[in-house]
Structures are given as structure tokens and as C-alpha cells.
């Protein structure tokens, strides 16, 4: 038993590391083995092919590559995307090296796993990888860079002298896809379209007639659901969620704004309806505005000027949202007031 969860922590912990960086496992494996710094046994005999003089100069040249593309902003992110099949796939192949002359059963089940395990992994570094091209600066891109490269090195370190510990690393990276995978992808995707939209739209984008009010049917439907009385939109406002009372974060929805009764809703489509929120604005709720580079942010407060929602807005729309703003921003019209006439007195 002991030996299996060995070949198991072995196999699955190549493959999450593959994951990360599939030319640094293969070639730091590779030259551990051919120095001898590593004395694998006879089960893992099979891993001996890594230290061949063609696959290690492939693996480094390639990797030598990987290393300085990596660290470019935006150029990082499309050798993660010409990668989203070459890393599973060879992590799979490397863990199945890994196992020997297992039994057969056994090799499709690991090398399921290990492309699992190794999809994960390579979905997190390449999220996170898209969240770190939002900002402009390029030393986030060189830190994460590093900081990937000495995880698989010490990964790797731990794995040849406790075997076992590469299979909790496994273990994690599943926990990890349960967890946190969904919400990094939604992040990153979110983060992407509003990057593909500045790189697609004129800087001066045509102006939305004001104030825009049309919505699909099932925003208005749902929207009619919470709202049961009559009601006219004053405007709407296309935006991302970023936090909020009762918010989803990461969610495309519309922004509603009905001034008959001081309602602030934002509508998203979930996964198999809409989902609409009231935000607890009370009667003027305050806005501000602040322009990004690659999206707006509109920050939503509450009478007590606590923060009830953030919202990003793409930068197209970024007249709207001023006039959006300032709609907000101005005073409530008071009632107006009606003179009362005293009854005059009947002459006699």
C-alpha cells in the first residue's frame, strides 16, 4: 500500500508541477537524474529516459524560451493559451512514465488524474497570469514568473525525497479545483474582455443617447418579479460586479436605476435564471467615479457612506456612467408647495 500511494504521490505530484511549468519538470528532472543528484529505484527506471542528451536539450531550450516569455506582460498569457493542451498532455504522459510497468487499469486512472491535476494548475497560473496584465506595471508579471519557476523547483526537491508529499500536493491541487479555480477563471475572464474591448474600440467611442432605459425581456421580467408595482427605468448602466451587499462578485449584469421610488437593482444572469438584487441605497444613494486602464470603477455608498457596491464599466461607456453619476448626484426635487387660500367671508 505504501508503495502505490508512493507512485501515486510521485506521478501526481510531476503532473500538478507539469502544470505549472511542463519544460522546467521535464528538464530539472532530466539533470537531477543524469548528475546523480537524485537515485531513483528500480520501479521508477522508466523515469531514467528524462536525462537523455536530446530530451534534456530540447527541454531547456524550450524552457529557456518559456523564461523570457513569461515575463512579458500580455505575451505570457498567449504562451498559456498555446499551452492549455500541451501542458495536461504531457503531464499525463510524465506521470505514466512515472508509474513503470503498472497494471494498465492503473495508468488510465494516474494519467486521467495527472491531466486533471495538471488542466488545474495551469488554469490557476494562467488566470492569475491575466489578472497581473490588468495593471500596467510589468514587475507583478516578473515576481509571479519567479515565484512559479521556484515552486516547481522546490516542488520537485520535496517529491525525490518524500514521495508521499507530492501526493498532498496533488490532493491540494484538487481542493484548489473545487475552490478557487472557478472564481480565478470568472476573475480572469472578466478581466479579459475588458482588455479584447479597449484593444477593439476607438478611444472615442460614439456617445449612448442618455438616458439609456432598454434591457433584455428576462432583465425586465426579473426585474418586474422584485418590483410587483408599475415602474419606469430612468437609466440602465451595462457593469461587472466587484463586491457589494448581496453581490456576486465577477458577474456581467445591468445596473437599474428607478427614481419613482429610489431603487438601486443590479441584474445578472446566473446559471440557469436571473438573479436580481436590491441594493440598500436609501433615498440618494453616492456615487463616484474613478477612470482605469483598462475599465472604470463606480463606487456605490449608502446614506452612512458606507460602500454597498463596485461596479467596473467598460470604458466606452464612461460618458454614461459620468451622467450616471451625476444623476445621482443631484438633490431630489422637493415637493412643490401648493398655497392654501383662506374661504372668504360671505357679505351680508
Not at 505575451?75 to 512515472?98: K, N
Not at 497570469?129 to 516578473?142: D, H, M
Not at 430612468?234 to 463586491?243: E, P
Request: net charge neutral; aromatic share 8%; glycine share 8%.
Amino acid at each position: 500500500m505504501d508503495h502505490t500511494l508512493q507512485l501515486l504521490g510521485i506521478a501526481l505530484g510531476l503532473a500538478s508541477l507539469a502544470g505549472l511549468n511542463l519544460y522546467l519538470t521535464v528538464f530539472a528532472t532530466g539533470l537531477a537524474l543524469r548528475m546523480d543528484w537524485v537515485q531513483l529505484g528500480s520501479d521508477y527506471a522508466a523515469l531514467q529516459v528524462l536525462e537523455n542528451p536530446v530530451i534534456l536539450g530540447i527541454s531547456g531550450a524550450l524552457f529557456l524560451v518559456e523564461f523570457v516569455a513569461d515575463k512579458v506582460p500580455w505575451l505570457d498569457s498567449v504562451w498559456d493559451a498555446v499551452h492549455t493542451s500541451i501542458r495536461p498532455i504531457g503531464a499525463a504522459l510524465l506521470a505514466v512514465c512515472a508509474l513503470g510497468d503498472a497494471n494498465p487499469v492503473f495508468e488510465v486512472v494516474v494519467g486521467l488524474l495527472a491531466g486533471t491535476a495538471a488542466l488545474t494548475t495551469h488554469g490557476l497560473k494562467s488566470g492569475t497570469r491575466l489578472l497581473a496584465n490588468a495593471s500596467p506595471e510589468p514587475f507583478s508579471n516578473v515576481g509571479l514568473s519567479l515565484a512559479g519557476d521556484g515552486i516547481v523547483l522546490g516542488g520537485l526537491s520535496l517529491i525525490a525525497f518524500h514521495p508521499l508529499v507530492g501526493l498532498v500536493l496533488a490532493l491540494a491541487v484538487f481542493a484548489l479545483l473545487i475552490f478557487l479555480l472557478p472564481k480565478v477563471l470568472r476573475k480572469a475572464h472578466t478581466r479579459f474582455q475588458f482588455a479584447w474591448s479597449k484593444l477593439n474600440t476607438p478611444a472615442s467611442a460614439a456617445e449612448t443617447a442618455w438616458p439609456p432605459t432598454t434591457v433584455p425581456l428576462a432583465v425586465e421580467c426579473e426585474l418586474h418579479r422584485v418590483h410587483p408595482t408599475a415602474f419606469t427605468i430612468s437609466w440602465v448602466v451595462q457593469c461587472v460586479s466587484r463586491c457589494g451587499v448581496n453581490l456576486a462578485p465577477d458577474r456581467r449584469g445591468w445596473l437599474i436605476w428607478v427614481a419613482e421610488d429610489s431603487g438601486l437593482y443590479f441584474v445578472w444572469r446566473a446559471l440557469f435564471r436571473m438573479v436580481c438584487v436590491r441594493l440598500p441605497a436609501g433615498t440618494r444613494p453616492q456615487a463616484e467615479f474613478k477612470a482605469g486602464f483598462l475599465y472604470d470603477t463606480l463606487t456605490l455608498r449608502g446614506a452612512d457612506g458606507a460602500a454597498i457596491g463596485t461596479f467596473l464599466t467598460d470604458r466606452q461607456r464612461r460618458e454614461v456612467v459620468k451622467r450616471a453619476v451625476a444623476d445621482l448626484s443631484e438633490p431630489p426635487p422637493e415637493p412643490a408647495e401648493v398655497a392654501v387660500e383662506s374661504p372668504k367671508l360671505a357679505e351680508t
